[in-house]
């Protein structure tokens, strides 16, 4: 067993004696690597992390002329899905591309019918697919107030806050929170809602953003006004939700981490909407943490 998933193990049984809420993860974890080095993941751990962070699936049926298209939101919440040409010749679709469809949570519906426009000729296309989560028209409550993500006599910091010089300057950090704690932090739900996505099978950290960028461990929540809430840089396997569960404020989520791109422990915070283009940070209000924000 690794430095590391001791300390953790030894963190969860001080936890368990202090009378907190159990933490079981949402799967068993593999067996611990062999040796202390973490890196690099094997071929079937990383295929394994990206079959979890994915967000649809197509399936395609034959038609008189063409083929129609089915698209599957995995999340326990809406997902836009746009859709597009990248090649196109003699080929028509219904309806007219680029088009733009909501998904509901864990649904599944028809995106596109493509047809030949005239079948004396050759036809060639290409589509292209994109996904934002979240429905576009969340509208922020403006009664939303967020509890701090952590129990009352856990001793935290903002590591960097609002408009952070070092990765807050983009649209969807710029109004995230990083608290900096210890591996092994029980982490709260800062509202209520249901979870919608979870990854937990990153390992490990750095700072190279290319690198790293999506391999941050994370529970997203979606909240009833259609924000989400994003808990990141998990522990491995420190996930104790699962999709499609609901929360209440204060509810224990898992625990904290150091995964992905990132300079040391911490746990990442942000509101979420979906723009219609992308995925943005907003501002919000969390009690005990006003004056603390807009740090660096």
Not at 41 to 68: N, Q
Request: no cysteine; hydrophobic share 40%.
């Amino acid at each position: 067993m690794t430095p590391a998933r001791l300390l953790v193990l030894l963190l969860l049984m001080v936890v368990a004696l202090a009378g907190a809420t159990a933490f079981t993860p949402a799967r068993p974890p593999p067996p611990a690597p062999a040796d202390d080095e973490e890196f690099p993941m094997s071929a079937p751990e990383v295929e394994d992390a990206e079959d979890e962070g994915r967000l649809f699936t197509l399936r395609g049926e034959e038609i008189d002329g063409g083929k129609r298209y089915f698209v599957r939101n995995l999340l326990a919440g809406p997902l836009l899905v746009v859709a597009d040409w990248t090649e196109r010749e003699n080929m028509r679709a219904d309806p007219a591309l680029p088009l733009r469809r909501v998904v509901p949570a864990l649904g599944e519906v028809e995106l596109v019918a493509l047809r030949h426009e005239d079948r004396t000729r050759p036809a060639r296309f290409r589509l292209e697919y994109s996904a934002v989560p979240g429905a576009p028209n969340a509208r922020h409550s403006l009664a939303a107030r967020y509890r701090v993500p952590f129990a009352a006599d856990v001793d935290w910091h903002v590591g960097q806050g609002f408009h952070g010089r070092y990765s807050h300057q983009h649209p969807v950090s710029r109004y995230a929170v990083d608290f900096t704690v210890p591996v092994g932090t029980p982490v709260l739900a800062a509202r209520e809602g249901v979870v919608m996505q979870v990854q937990d099978d990153w390992r490990g950290s750095g700072r190279d953003l290319q690198g790293f960028a999506h391999r941050a461990n994370f529970v997203r929540v979606l909240h009833d006004d259609g924000t989400m809430a994003m808990y990141a840089h998990l522990e491995y396997y420190g996930v104790g939700v699962k999709p499609g569960q609901r929360v209440a404020a204060g509810d224990l989520l898992g625990l904290s981490g150091n995964t992905g791109y990132s300079t040391g422990p911490h746990l990442h915070f942000a509101v979420l909407v979906n723009d219609g283009r992308d995925e943005v940070s907003i501002p919000f209000d969390m009690d005990d943490v006003e004056e603390d924000v807009a740090g660096d």
